[in-house]
């Protein structure tokens, strides 16, 4: 084998394929895409799989999947979209905890339940203080205006 093997050859000898997707073998990244180092540049595997397969990825477009498998780089598995495209997949495909735009209690910085949101909606309602009502739940009394405006927790 030679010593020097050219980048678009070395990428396939990661890649593991079989008859539904071609699974990386590679390296990831935190966020569980694979990485790939070519051209002193480090690549997201799938988008150095699009390049590979159909040229240069247009300024501002993502390379979605359509298998929804992180670890797929097959080409025709592979689809370019804008980033608004690409969070509407997400959401469709039901990995909006990725899009960061999780609703209540699948928000992984929320404090309430929603049994708490009906709560404070209740104690509000009957004249209870948005003070009273936010030291008691251990939130900031502008959250407790919030959830009573129904600017936040509007699904509830």
């Not at 390049?51 to 689809?79: M, T, Y």
């Not at 999780?102 to 009906?118: A, F, R, T």
Request: with cysteine; aromatic share 10%.
């Amino acid at each position: 084998m030679p010593r020097w093997i050219p980048h678009n050859q070395r990428f396939w000898l990661k890649v593991r394929k079989g008859n539904g997707c071609w699974e990386w073998t590679g390296c990831f990244s935190d966020t569980g895409y694979g990485t790939f180092y070519a051209n002193g540049k480090v690549y997201s595997s799938h988008r150095y799989s699009w390049e590979q397969a159909s040229g240069i990825i247009p300024r501002g477009l993502c390379v979605l999947h359509k298998c929804d498998n992180r670890a797929c780089v097959r080409p025709d598995h592979l689809f370019l979209g804008s980033r608004r495209e690409n969070s509407h997949d997400m959401f469709a495909k039901g990995r909006q905890r990725n899009l960061g735009i999780c609703k209540g209690e699948q928000h992984g910085n929320s404090k309430l339940s929603s049994e708490d949101v009906m709560r404070i909606r209740s104690e509000a309602a009957s004249g209870r203080t948005n003070r009273s009502i936010a030291a008691e739940f251990g939130i900031n009394e502008s959250t407790v205006g919030y959830i009573v405006k129904r600017r936040t927790w509007r699904h509830i």
